[in-house]
Structure formats: C-alpha cells, structure tokens
C-alpha cells in the first residue's frame, strides 16, 4: 500500500513524463519475478509432485465427483446420465432410512464418545506415573485398539449370542428376563456402542497420559501444600491443563463415530428394522446393493458438509499441534 | 496392603493417604480385566474341543483336553494364509510408496521456500480431515475407471499420499542441522543425494514409527477393500474373516471362529507385545491417521 501511496505522489509532482514508465518498468519486473521465483520453487515443486498427483485423484478430485455425481441421475444402472440438480439430496433428505441413520449417529457418536472420553481420562488419571505394573495395564486396555474392528465384531458377536453367549452365561442370570442384545431393535444400537468404548478407550488413554506430562509438577506441589484434595486439584488443576486433549480426543472420537462402523457391516447389517443403520452404512447401501450413485454421493455430500464445521475446529488444533507451515 | 503401598512409593507424601486415587486405581484395574475377557475367551475357546458342546463354549475356564482341532478347521475352511499373503502385500506396497512420497514432500516442507507454501500446506492437511473412508463411492469409480478394480493396487492407491507422513517427516527433518547438508553440498552432492544420504538415514525412528501406524491402520482396513476386491482369492485378511465368520456363524461353530480370529489378531498383538514402547509413543504422535 505504502507505495502505491509513494507513486502517486510522484506522479502529481511530474505528471507528463512518469506515468507510461511507472506503469511498465513493474510489470516487467512482476513478471521476471514471477518467473525466477517459480525456477527457484521447480525442485519443491518436483519433490511434492508425487504426493500432489495422488492427493489430487484421491482427495481433491474425489470431492468434485461427489459434488457432481450429486447433481446427476440415472433412471436404470444402464441408463444414460441426466442432470437432476438437487433432486439427488432433496430424495435423500426425504428418505427415512438416512434421517433415520443421522438420528442413529447423532446417538451413537454421543454414546460412544462421551462414556470412552470419561474412561480414558479415568485410566490415564489412574495409570500416569510409570512403572511396571502400570505399564502393563496400559498395555490390556490398548490391545483391542490394534485389532480390526471386524475381529472384534466376530468375538462379540458370540458375547452377546442369545442364552449360550458369554454376557448371558455370566450376567444374564442376574437379570429377569434375557435381552436379545443384538436382536431387539431397542438394545441393539447400544450393544454396538460398547464394542466401540471397548476398542477406542484405549486409544484415547494415551492422549491423556501425554496430556497430564504437561500439567507442571510444581503447581501439583503448592495444591498439595495448601491441602487441595484429589477433586479440587482435578477439578482446578488438571482438568484446565487437558483442555486442548479434550479438544483433540473429542474432535478424534467424532470423526470414528461417522467412519469406524465396520461392526454394523459384519454384525447387524443395519438391522434389526434399521435400529443400527449409520450414515456411512446407508452410504455403502444405496452405492454397493441399489447401484445409486447419485443419492450414494449426495448423502455422502451432506456428511461431508455436517463434518465441515468440525473440520474448521480441528483445522484451527491441528495447525497450532504441527506449527504452521 | 504393602503392595498398594509399594506402587504409591514415589507419590508426593502428601497424597499417600488419600483414598480416592486408590479407589480409581482399583476401577481401572477392574476395568483392565474386564478388557482382556474377550481375548481371554478366544483363546479358550480357540482350545476347547468340539466335545465340550455348545452349553459349556461360554466357560472361561479352559478346557482340561485342549484341541488344536479349531485351529485346523479355520486354516482348513478359510483361506487364511492367501489372506494373510494379500494383506501383507498391500501393507508393504502402500508403505513403500509412501515412503518414496512422504520423503520427498517432507523435505520439500522442511528445507526449501517455494511460491504458494502456506497454500501446499493446508491442501496437504485438507487430508486429515476428509477421511478417506467418506470417499468411498467417487474412489471406487476413479478406481473402475483405472481399470483397477478387484485389484490389490486399487486397494492401496488411495493411501499413496499421506499427509500425516509428510508433516512427521518435516519435523524430522528440520531437526537435522544444516551444517551436515551444507557440508555435503561443497562436496558436489546433488539433491537426492543429500536426501538419501543425509536426511533419510538419521530419521530413521520417524519412519519406523510412521511404519507401526501406516501398517496398523492398513492391516485393519475393512470397507474399502470389500468395495473394491471381487474375487475370492484377493480378499485381505478382514474381508477373509468377515464372510468366514458368516459361514461358521450359521453352522455354530464359535470354536472355530475363535480360531480364525486368533489367526488375524495374532501377527499385530505379538509385534506390539514385543515393541510395546515403540507403538504407543507411535499412536501418541498418531492423532489422525
């Protein structure tokens, strides 16, 4: 700006000679610099171009096809392609089964999130200092992190088996009648959800624990010397410290609650009556076994866009944690 | 009592008599059980004969003749060693390509200036957030297209680029001082070569732990390869084990289910058993994969 300022004023000084050579000589040198600075910036560009070719096909490119896979329909699979505008997400919008998988993950997302966020925190507050035994129990709640979700599904398929399953032998004799955990349309969205806080917990445990390095030993020593007890020094100390992990862990567990639905898939298929069916299983459903690709994208459209919000947060945590460029 | 009084030896002496962290100790220990139950049941019923019947498949306590019968039958109806070959080739096939890429992109980030860096940088992170997963459906077609369908390369190319990689790298690499490159560069060293020679051997611990996560997330990935593999004898391991479970379910047969989950689970939790330090302070610096 300041310059601009600077020309201008040149310019009311000698207004017959300057203007033509003002307006040119920069040019030129925009331009030269334009160019000399893009030969200095070929070797970064080579280096990333590997990276950006994939990323442009994979990421960049897969979000315009759903933008415009969205905006088209076919009448049969053999068909040719016609443009609806938004006929694809307003049919999607109508559609019971999404509102009724939006409703399932909104509850899902809740009901794993907070309960694995609550036990993660427990664990970590439990296990911080270091020594053998600790690290050992930190080693039995991290194992089911690194076992595929369909493995884990195959073994609670069997836990919560009617009568013989392993939650019916053992628990089951306490409660009056047995619940058909994954069978009963009003259970079984939550028997999903323990497989979830059983795997992830674990997981959530280690952000916490690198969380609580952080909290400085001596402010912990003057709460103990003015007499705090174990809540306040949690309640007043602790907890504030962690507050970019909650972030973080929340964000982490948001997004696994609409991508890491794998169980839905090997355990209830959606069922029973659509009572476990999630956004990302509606998806794979109307591409996968109605050939739909045009509601398939626009519901994965509408996904895309309710994440954004959470994107923007997580953008903002996630420049800070890698430094900015 | 002595052994509470042992873990709690270097606690600040002010909290030693405190209750409530004890009483949270015992939650979380409780818990910790609780958490092995179902690996304790596959392996039990991985042992357990047919004979025992379906009334006892629940029992925790193992069986007194313990049958290698289940483990047999699973290697024998599913495939599982073609599985386990085609998830091994599509762990390393990703990993090595992203090696290649997130080495070159990692360095370009650490150590050059570039017009548009600030703008490179956030398309880059623009990857951690659109998880690859919600994209299933325009990346299956782009995968058709390519002619890559029920492929193994189809399953991987998605991965190719990681912008996690290439964050971990440049941090890597801006720690190594420049003296060392500076010193290579009077010596006529080209850029790949201060790369491979300089950069790439003292970052070693970023790639391995850049290795732990890319292989475990991979190892566990589901959805996308059922989209994208047809054919039966591509099928990776969680695929494999997914229609394995559907057959065995139907006839009953836990046992043997127990066994084919061991035979997935079991490669991962014994590296991590044995490098157990190694993949958390991985999964710490993990975040999103």
Redesign the interface.
């Known amino acids: 700006m300041r310059s601009i300022f600077g020309r201008h004023e040149m310019s009311f000084a000698e207004p017959a000679a300057l203007p033509v050579a003002t307006s040119a000589a920069p040019r030129l040198h925009v331009l030269k610099r334009f160019t000399s ?2 030969k ?2 070929l ?3 080579l ?2 171009l ?6 442009a ?7 315009g ?2 933008v415009i ?1 969205a905006l088209y329909q076919r009448a049969t699979p053999k068909a040719p392609v016609r443009f609806v505008g938004l006929d694809n997400i307003s049919a999607v919008l109508a559609d019971p089964a999404f509102t009724g998988a939006v409703v399932n993950n909104l509850i899902y997302a809740v009901g794993t999130a907070v309960p694995s966020i609550a ?1 993660a925190l ?2 970590a ?3 911080a ?1 270091t ?1 053998a ?1 600790n ?1 050992a ?23 919560f ?1 009617p009568n ?3 939650l ?3 628990i089951g004799r306490l409660l009056p009648v047995l619940p058909n955990w994954l069978g009963d349309p009003d259970i079984a969205l939550y028997a999903i959800m323990i497989i979830t806080i ?1 795997k992830n917990a ?2 959530y445990m ?2 916490f ?2 969380g609580l390095q952080a909290v400085p030993e001596d402010v ?2 003057a709460a ?2 003015d007499g705090a ?3 306040m020094r949690l309640r007043h100390i602790i907890l504030p410290e962690l507050k970019p992990t909650f972030l ?1 862990v929340t964000v ?1 567990a948001i ?1 696994n609650a ?2 890491q639905v ?1 169980h839905v ?2 355990m209830t298929q959606g069922g029973p009556s659509n009572s476990t069916n999630l956004v ?1 299983f509606y ?2 459903q109307q ?2 076994e109605h050939y739909d ?1 045009g509601k ?2 626009a519901a ?1 459209l509408l ?2 866009a309710a ?1 954004m919000g959470l ?1 923007a947060l ?2 903002r945590t ?2 800070n ?5 | 009592m002595k052994l509470i009084d042992r ?1 709690y030896k ?3 002496l ?2 030693r008599g ?1 209750i ?2 004890k009483l ?2 015992a ?3 409780l ?3 609780v ?5 304790l ?2 392996v039990v ?1 991985t042992l357990r004969p047919a004979s025992d019947g ?2 006892a ?4 306590m193992p069986s007194l003749k313990p049958t290698l019968d289940n483990v047999r039958d699973a290697w024998e109806i599913g495939d599982f060693p073609r599985y386990t070959i085609n998830t091994t080739i599509i762990c390393t096939g990703i990993l090595l390509v992203q090696f ?3 080495t ?2 990692g ?3 650490a150590r ?7 703008l ?23 995968v058709a297209q390519l002619g890559l369908y029920d492929t193994l390369t189809g399953v991987m ?2 991965f ?4 996690f990689g ?2 971990l790298m440049r ?1 890597a690499f801006e720690a190594i001082p420049t003296e060392l490159e500076d010193a290579a560069l009077i010596d006529g060293a080209s ?1 790949l070569q201060r790369i491979r020679h300089i950069y790439v051997p003292l970052s070693m611990p970023s790639f391995s732990a850049f290795a732990i996560i890319s292989v ?1 997330s991979h ?5 996308w390869p ?2 994208v593999i047809n054919s039966p004898d591509k099928r990776p ?3 494999g ?2 229609v394995f ?1 559907k057959t065995a ?1 139907g006839t009953q047969a ?1 046992g043997t ?2 066994a ?2 061991l035979m ?2 079991a490669p ?2 014994v590296v ?2 044995i490098f ?1 330090k190694r ?2 302070s991985s ?2 610096t993990s ?2 994969k």
């Open positions: 600075s893009f200095a910036s070797p970064a560009y280096l990333l590997p990276s950006l070719i994939f990323l096909l994979f990421t960049y490119g897969a979000m096809r759903v896979d036990l427990l664990f507050l439990a296990l200092r020594h035994v690290s129990l930190r080693a039995a709640l991290f194992l089911p992190v690194l076992i595929p979700m369909v493995a884990a599904s195959a073994l609670f398929l069997f836990i088996l013989v399953g392993l019916d032998y053992y059983w674990g997981y280690l952000f624990l690198a912990m020593e103990h010397l007890g174990p809540y973080f982490i997004l609409v991508t794998d898939f090997v990302l998806i794979y591409a996968v690709i398939a994208s994965t996904t895309l994440l994107t997580s953008f996630m420049a944690r890698e430094g900015g460029p | 873990l270097d606690a600040p002010a909290t405190e409530t962290p949270g100790f939650l979380t220990v818990l910790a059980i958490w092995l139950i179902p690996f049941w596959m019923a379906i009334n498949m629940a029992e925790l290649v890429t997130i070159l992109a360095f370009a980030f050059l200036d570039f017009a548009g860096k600030t490179i940088f956030y398309l880059f992170l623009m990857q951690l957030m659109l998880v690859p997963v919600l994209l299933i459906v325009p990346n299956l077609s782009l190319m998605p190719f680029a990681s912008a290439t964050f941090q850029l475990t190892w566990n990935d589901f959805l059922l989209m391991l969680t695929v084990l997914s479970t379910e836990w289910i127990a084919g989950t997935v689970v991962l939790l991590f058993l157990q993949f958390i999964f710490v975040g999103i």
